[in-house]
């Protein structure tokens, strides 16, 4: 496989990553030979590859595998005689860490549904381009400020689960301190 480019990056807390430009010739890169030779020249254990292909040109991702993966559950229940909820739960993983989002537009139907959407969508993205948590609440705070002339009720809860460690950072905002229980 002819590569045009390969880029190791470790992060503050020496997780390595390596991406791969490479002309695409039909080698299969869900594991192999490749694969094993690359986590012996790196020393490390690598999650599956993930690979996107830009016209004939394919970027292939190796990231560290991580010690934990997270399972994530999900359920809503609207009030009595509504179609929609403003529950909103997104979830995502990137570069070895989960984070969850749980937002409740306040109220029922419709408004609540879209401030629910609204303050997830606005966290995720935020969070997905490299902003820090506490920063990111005040951005969505000032975007549901500035959405309409009337007040906007929501509540974001944002779970950052590091799956190398196990250690998590909960951030919370418009709504009483989480309980975390354990064990029963």
Same mark, same amino acid.
């Given at each position: 496989?002819?590569?045009?480019? /390969?880029?190791? @990056?470790?992060?503050?807390?020496?997780? #390595?990553?390596?991406?791969?430009?490479?002309?695409?010739?039909?080698?299969?890169?869900?594991?192999?030979?490749?694969?094993?030779?690359?986590?012996?020249?790196?020393?490390?254990?690598?999650?599956?590859?993930?690979?996107?292909?830009?016209?004939?040109? @394919?970027?292939?991702?190796?990231?560290?595998?991580?010690?934990?993966?997270?399972?994530?559950?999900?359920?809503?229940?609207?009030?009595?005689?509504? +179609?929609?909820?403003?529950?909103?739960?997104?979830?995502?993983?990137?570069?070895?860490?989960?984070?969850?989002?749980?937002?409740?537009?306040?109220?029922?139907?419709?408004? &609540?549904?879209?401030?629910?959407?609204?303050a997830?969508?606005? /966290?995720?993205? @935020?969070?997905q &381009?490299?902003?820090?948590?506490?920063?990111?609440? +005040?951005?969505?705070?000032?975007?549901?400020?500035?959405k309409?002339?009337?007040?906007?009720?929501?509540?974001?809860?944002?779970?950052? #689960?590091? #799956?190398?460690?196990?250690?998590?950072?909960?951030? +919370? &905002?418009?709504?009483?301190?989480?309980?975390?229980?354990s064990?029963?």
């Open positions: 496989m002819p590569v045009e480019e /390969a880029i190791c @990056l470790l992060d503050r807390r020496d997780r #390595l990553t390596v991406e791969i430009l490479a002309e695409d010739v039909g080698v299969c890169l869900d594991g192999g030979r490749w694969f094993r030779e690359m986590e012996i020249c790196c020393g490390r254990e690598f999650d599956r590859p993930t690979v996107v292909e830009m016209q004939g040109t @394919l970027k292939i991702t190796l990231t560290e595998r991580p010690i934990f993966r997270a399972e994530v559950g999900l359920a809503q229940h609207t009030c009595t005689g509504e +179609k929609l909820s403003g529950d909103v739960c997104d979830h995502y993983t990137d570069g070895g860490q989960t984070t969850c989002i749980i937002s409740d537009g306040m109220g029922s139907g419709g408004r &609540a549904a879209v401030d629910g959407a609204m997830a969508g606005i /966290a995720a993205k @935020l969070l &381009a490299g902003l820090q948590p506490d920063t990111m609440l +005040k951005l969505v705070n000032t975007a549901l400020l500035a309409s002339g009337d007040e906007s009720l929501t509540t974001l809860d944002i779970l950052q #689960l590091d #799956l190398f460690t196990g250690n998590m950072h909960i951030y +919370k &905002a418009g709504a009483a301190t989480s309980l975390l229980r064990g029963g």
